[in-house]
């Protein structure tokens, strides 16, 4: 399949951005480049930054994730936090082996605990009444952006914060639905109806930035 140009950020102002390395630890910062190597998808490092940010102002104690991957970013937010615990979910076999291998190397097993099976079915399985989330941090599977989201919301904890990366899709989600390639249009529908759904909600201060590859937050009033 043909690759989608990016098209959210000008190259040189990525790279600019890129510029500021990430304060992380020698150990975090191998696994970074191990990630890239394998052609494992993870935050990028302006990403990267704003969630060390985010996570600074806010220092939430209960974050919820979907999409572990290599388990980098869940590792990220508990180098960030030492007193945070993350719950991950993850469907794909190849990558919880990995990220179970990585969380036992930063001897994180205690504050990391992986959710395996499909997103949408294991969020359903979470009890808001047993406990809530202070952040969920949203990056996998696009076309199922707003049933995460739904369940994200209901998990939340009062003035909770969620976090959506890649919601641009390289830019592709700005365009007009005739500007997009008949097979890129239905996660071009499913994405702006996505967007426009949580800047639709009155519960919710939304706001989507050009970053990376887009990033949509959603702070509960």
Known sequence: MREIKKEVVYDFI??????????????????QAEAIKDNIPIIKPEIINFMKTMLTIYKPNNILEVGTAYAFSAILMCETLP??????IERDGYMIKHAKENIDKFNLNDRIHIMEGDGVEMLKSLDENEKKYDLVFIDASKSHYNEFMKEAKRLLSDHGLIICDNVLYKGLVAKDRFEVIRRNRTIHKRMNDFVNDAYADEAFETCLLPAGDGILMSIKK
Request: glycine fraction near 0%.
């Open 14 to 31: 990525e790279k600019y951005l890129n510029s500021f390395t990430p304060k992380m630890s020698s150990e975090l910062t191998l696994l």
């Open 83 to 88: 007193s945070t615990d993350v719950t991950t």
